[in-house]
């Protein structure tokens, strides 16, 4: 597969459809590995997944980066979640003003 022909940018279905999957498999979701789930079983999963989303309008990419994508995804959510957290971190309440410019 050429680098000409990969579009990188996913679509909101592929998107959808990529958060389904992976959140229906709890050994996928939880990325450990064991006696019974192997890195083996793993990029297998990854490889169906991506098979899946390939056959669907949007990106073409292979198993490596839908599951950067998953990652990506994921750290993006928990980015925001921290930042609307943060204005309550220091005691509680939600700052109104910043405090810098106070004059008195």
């Given at each position: 597969m050429d680098l000409k022909e990969k579009k990188l940018y996913c679509s909101q279905q592929q998107k959808q459809q990529l958060t389904e999957m992976v959140?229906?498999?709890k050994q996928l979701?939880?990325?450990k590995f064991s006696n019974n789930f192997t890195m083996k079983d793993s990029v297998?999963?990854?490889e169906n997944i991506a098979l899946a989303l390939n056959s669907m309008p949007g990106a073409n990419k292979e198993w490596k980066q839908w599951k950067k994508t998953w990652q990506d995804m994921?750290?993006?959510i928990k980015k925001k979640a921290y930042n609307n957290k943060k204005p309550y971190?220091?005691?509680g309440r939600r700052a109104t003003h910043c405090r810098c410019f106070d004059i008195k």
């Open positions: 959140t229906k498999d979701l939880s990325g297998e999963k990854w994921k750290c993006s971190a220091r005691n």
